[in-house]
């Protein structure tokens, strides 16, 4: 029994060294397969906010999430969503952090209730070009913003937040380089096209930070216009084609608000981050190591 935990152990600490992940803004092959993978055209500018796919990975006691395509550098928000525990809203209540009230009211797909909620947003502020990033813990109501946080102090790179809501610092890396992908338009998308696109936002989060106990996490990410009150038509997982810009009533009309409905729309605006293999390997070595001790 020895021998065979030895060898076990060995094998599961090899994986995560040959899948590293680097929270550089560049797909690493620790990801595997896409989750989510665009289905629309997108309406927010071909390479200036366009999301072709999202992968993500729980790994050594953080989530990591690598979404594929463009920010646009002009302060549109990107809404990020995270269902890591039991309970959470089914109903959008913002904890009054950049605005985000805009979106009060905002129901989320059957299955999906958001613990955290995240907002990066790219620009320039007078000359001075920078990422910031919100973090907010909707059942506590409370929230921590984050200005200029790439190393480099500009708008691509690696660097991570301070610490507020959040224990630990959020990782973040982006790589503005695609220029292929999606195009424009409000068609279904070029799923092969979106595959190909390796570029985009990634992050890390700690699984603490998350309150997290196990099983899947899942992610809504929507792009929203400056004000969360104008949702463009890119979304992940995607939305049904065709489909233009949903805006603050579904139809592309500007209401002042970003109050829209998911389950109006079919399929999930969501997708699930499930475990590896490994770690559940991982916690049934612990489990047979103890009952091995027990025998002694």
Not at 7 to 33: F, R, W
Not at 71 to 84: G, V
Not at 266 to 277: C, L, M, S, T
Request: aromatic share 8%; net charge negative; hydrophobic share 40%.
């Amino acid at each position: 029994m020895k021998r065979v935990l030895g060898i076990l152990l060995l094998t599961l600490m090899a994986t995560p060294a040959m899948a590293q992940i680097v929270v550089d803004g560049a797909k690493d092959a620790g990801y595997g397969g896409a989750l989510a993978v665009q289905t629309v055209e997108t309406q927010f500018g071909d390479n200036q906010s366009e999301w072709n796919a999202g992968y993500g990975r729980i790994a050594g006691g953080n989530l990591y999430l690598m979404l594929t395509g463009n920010l646009e550098a002009n302060f549109n928000k990107l809404e990020i969503f995270i269902d890591s525990k039991a309970g959470g809203q089914s109903v959008f209540d913002s904890s009054g952090n950049d605005n985000a009230q805009r979106m009060d009211g905002l129901v989320f797909d059957p299955g999906f209730t958001a613990d955290y909620h995240l907002i990066v947003r790219r620009g320039t502020d007078s000359g001075n070009p920078k990422v910031d990033v919100d973090f907010a813990d909707l059942g506590a109501q409370t929230a921590s913003g984050y200005f200029d946080v790439m190393a480099s102090s500009g708008l691509d790179g690696a660097g991570a937040t301070g610490t507020g809501v959040n224990a630990s610092p959020i990782l973040i890396g982006y790589d503005n380089s695609n220029v292929a992908g999606i195009i424009g338009g409000t068609n279904a998308a070029n799923q092969t096209d979106a595959l190909a696109v390796t570029t985009g936002l990634e992050l890390g989060f700690s699984l603490a930070d998350l309150d997290y106990a196990g099983g899947p996490i899942n992610v809504m990410v929507g792009q929203n216009g400056g004000g969360h009150d104008y949702w463009s038509n890119q979304f992940l997982g995607g939305l049904p084609a065709p489909q233009g810009n949903l805006g603050g009533d579904e139809l592309g009309g500007f209401t002042g608000e970003g109050a829209i409905d998911m389950t109006h729309f079919g399929g999930n605006q969501y997708f699930a981050v499930v475990p590896e293999p490994a770690c559940l390997a991982l916690a049934g070595l612990a489990v047979a190591g103890l009952a091995l001790r027990r025998r002694k």
